[in-house]
């Protein structure tokens, strides 16, 4: 789980490669299951049938559904029907996935604005998203890495204790951290994932050209900045690779 654009591909790819690990196929579209009715209506045998039909003996049962981490509705059945959950999040720096988050918007071609006026005018627009036919808003950019409004909900329900979170900055390739997620999840923590150093799912091309002012970053991070003390406090993280410009 994570919010959009914080590498939770890479994070899917990394644990279904683990031969102890089974994530929910496909990939896309993503399940989502827990979001709407299926999971009342259907029920859990359902879910197991459609997406874990193939996982044989496997230690692990996984899916990737980015929608879920702001969703009170998935969060409540998940606890449900899942109420011994392990809940994986991927975060990354805000800033920078507010603007991957603006590069898929655009690429999708849900946005007409450049990038400082589109964030400029988020809140106004955040309300009004219904008709781009999305399981979230897909204009959330700054809002979306307020990251401990929706722990919160999520350490309530299924406890600290189950909630491992990844700073995708410093997870990303780096084998000690993906050995260690292994060995935290009780199984073989000497398994290399073949897409250890594979960058995946990254934004287009001209994702690169949506460039913020340093004026503008900086007042970025100094929004962020109670937000992401927080949650260095609260969980032990280390987040001062996030104050860097880029």
């Known amino acids: 789980m994570g919010a959009q654009r914080s590498g939770t591909t ?14 929910a196929k496909p990939i896309k579209p993503e399940p989502k299951y827990f979001m709407g009715l299926s999971a009342q209506v259907l029920g859990y045998e359902e879910y197991l049938n459609k997406y874990f039909s193939m996982a044989g003996d496997a230690s692990w049962l996984g899916e ?16 449900r029907v899942v109420p011994d959950a392990t809940i994986l999040v991927m975060l990354r720096n805000p800033i920078e996935r507010a603007i991957s988050n603006y590069s898929f918007t655009k690429d999708n071609n ?10 400029r005018d988020e809140s106004a627009r955040n309300d009004n998203w219904q008709t781009a036919r999305t399981s979230v808003s897909p204009y959330a950019y700054t809002e979306r890495g307020k990251y401990m409004q929706y722990l919160e909900r999520w350490e309530r329900l299924f406890g600290k204790d189950n909630l491992i979170l990844l700073v995708a900055e410093r997870f990303m390739g780096n084998q000690a951290a993906v050995l260690a997620l292994y060995h935290r999840l009780g199984i073989d923590s ?38 992401n003390r927080e949650l260095e ?4 993280l280390d987040l001062s690779c996030w104050e860097r410009k880029a």
Do not use: C
């Not at 849900?110 to 964030?119: F, K, N, R, S, V």
């Not at 960058?199 to 503008?216: E, I, T, Y």
């Not at 970053?217 to 929004?223: A, S, Y």
């Not at 406090?233 to 032990?236: A, K, P």
């Open 110 to 119: 849900l946005e007409p604005y450049d990038i400082e006026q589109a964030i």
């Open 10 to 23: 890479y994070l899917y790819k990394i644990l279904d490669e683990h031969p102890e690990i089974y994530m």
């Open 64 to 79: 990737k559904s980015t929608s879920y981490i702001e969703s009170d509705d998935a969060a409540r059945e998940i606890k």
């Open 190 to 227: 000497k398994f290399l994932p073949p897409s250890l150093t594979e960058r995946v799912n990254a934004s287009s091309v001209g994702g690169g050209q949506h460039k913020l002012s340093d004026k503008f970053r900086d007042e970025l991070v100094e929004m962020y900045r109670p937000w």
């Open 233 to 236: 406090t609260r969980y032990g």
